[in-house]
T-cell receptor, first 112, second 107 residues
């Protein structure tokens, strides 16, 4: 039972490059989330998916897109990376949106 | 606007020195107050959920309590392995996280 897995663990991009962060959960959870964590600012919600087939914007969605591929997988795409997107990205899942969330190990992204 | 504020930003304790971390919240229609522990370089790990004022939950040296405006995480006789960042989050329409309290426990 792996819980929430994320790939890659580390990534360095140049400004303007694109990439997709992958997330998968094996807990049969309905809801999935993408957060970014910056020093002193806590976790900020980028996008979430309350259930398979739905996605909604969070607090900081600009510059990102998401895809809920199936119940297990939720990906985050940066179409044209900017230095302001340098951060640690966490994927999380929960049984429903009102329940506690379980987090993956994170992806450390640097945009030069 | 919903808001969650944690204090202090950092707390340094000697082993065995009990203390409390504060989480003040203004969340419309609170549906849950969550506490998480985060170790350096890792994702947050769920600790507790509190749903209504007066509720308390315990786990080893940690006890979480909830009032209508605040939640406290009490740490009794901490050990160095309790050193971590503790996050609280309030669930209303959406889940809002505080910035966390970094706890350092010295042996």
């Amino acid at each position: 039972n792996a819980g929430v897995t994320q790939t890659p663990k580390f990534q360095v991009l140049k400004t303007g490059q694109s990439m997709t962060l992958q997330c998968a959960q094996d807990m049969n959870h309905n809801s999935m989330y993408w957060y970014r964590q910056d020093p002193g600012m806590g976790l900020r919600l980028i996008y979430y998916s309350a259930s398979e087939g739905t996605t909604d914007k969070g607090e900081v969605p600009n510059g990102y897109n998401v895809s809920r591929l199936n119940k297990r997988e939720f990906s985050l795409r940066l179409e044209s990376a900017a230095p302001s997107q340098t951060s640690v990205y966490f994927c999380a899942s929960s049984f429903r949106v009102d329940n506690e969330q379980f987090f993956g190990p994170g992806t450390r992204l640097t945009v030069l | 606007e919903d808001q969650v504020t944690q204090s202090p930003e950092a707390l340094r304790l000697q082993e065995g020195e009990s203390s409390s971390l504060n989480c003040s919240y203004t969340v419309s229609g609170l549906r849950g107050l969550f506490w998480y522990r985060q170790d350096p370089g890792k994702g947050p790990e769920f600790l507790f959920t509190l749903y209504s004022a007066g509720e308390e939950k315990e786990k080893e040296r940690l006890k979480a309590t909830l009032t209508k405006k605040e939640s406290f995480l009490h740490i009794t006789a901490p050990k160095p392995e309790d050193s971590a960042t503790y996050l609280c989050a309030g669930r209303g329409f959406k889940t809002i996280f505080g910035a966390g309290t970094r706890l350092f426990v010295k042996a």
